[in-house]
């Protein structure tokens, strides 16, 4: 197949699932993924396509909700590093808010020593995840996101605001250079911006993929977070 009729399936197919691997583009037009990855930089200078989270959408859709499974596979070895640095803020009797972020996920397999900590979520993977009988889990409720696993909405908002916790530990999906928070969901947005208000620590888990980045929907400032983790030196 030549190059344009290769480009060419590639936008037929993003057009249909609008979010794909490399892999699994290599697997649709049957070529290596070093081609698709040569295919991908041409479309993005074209203006075609945009790179995100370890794969490839359409330029229209670079500011949509991101599938979770291709979130999780992204930058997987930062997101462990930062998890488990996370981890040693978690302390025995704590109250922990968890949002819906597959890094903040990830601390669940961190903290298998602690005793009477009660984790607060609207994440329905960590109740899937964690197997440490001293911790106690409660579920926000709301309206369930499936592409995110997550729950969010009023009723979920509500229940968070009757909580007092320890520590907050939240993701987003972008940092400014100027500092500013922000993420492409307006639902996961809200909803964190109660847990921020309903927390005594902040803890914000962010990757270098996010950094000098903007979203749609602002959060909060890095100067209204107490600690950010980060693979890289801010």
Not at 122 to 134: A, K, L, S, T
Not at 136 to 148: H, I, K, P, R, V
Not at 171 to 196: F, P, W
């Amino acid at each position: 197949m030549i190059t344009y009729e290769r480009q060419k399936e590639i936008l037929n197919y993003l057009s249909e699932k609008h979010f794909a691997t490399v892999k699994e583009l290599a697997k649709v037009v049957f070529t290596s993924e070093s081609s698709i990855r040569r295919d991908v930089k041409e479309l993005e200078k074209k203006g075609y396509v945009y790179q995100i989270y370890g794969g490839v959408v359409l330029e229209e859709y670079k500011n949509s909700v991101i599938p979770i499974t291709l979130r999780d596979s992204s930058n997987s070895a930062a997101k462990e590093k930062i998890a488990k640095e996370a981890a040693k803020y978690v302390f025995d009797g704590a109250t922990i808010l968890m949002d819906g972020s597959s890094t903040v996920r990830r601390i669940i397999k961190y903290i298998n020593q602690v005793k009477g900590v009660k984790i607060i979520t609207n994440n329905q993977r960590i109740f899937e995840e964690c197997n440490n009988p001293e911790i106690q889990l409660y579920c926000t409720g709301g309206l369930f996101l499936n592409q995110s696993n997550v729950f969010v909405g009023s009723s979920a908002e509500n229940y968070i605001s009757k909580i007092n916790a320890d520590i907050l530990f939240f993701s987003s999906q972008a940092l400014s250079d100027e500092g500013e928070i922000s993420d492409v969901s307006e639902e996961e947005t809200s909803l964190r911006s109660v847990m921020l208000s309903r927390t005594r620590k902040k803890i914000f888990l962010c990757d270098s993929s996010k950094l000098g980045m903007k979203k749609t929907f602002t959060l909060c400032s890095k100067d209204d977070v107490d600690v950010i983790i980060c693979d890289k030196a801010l």
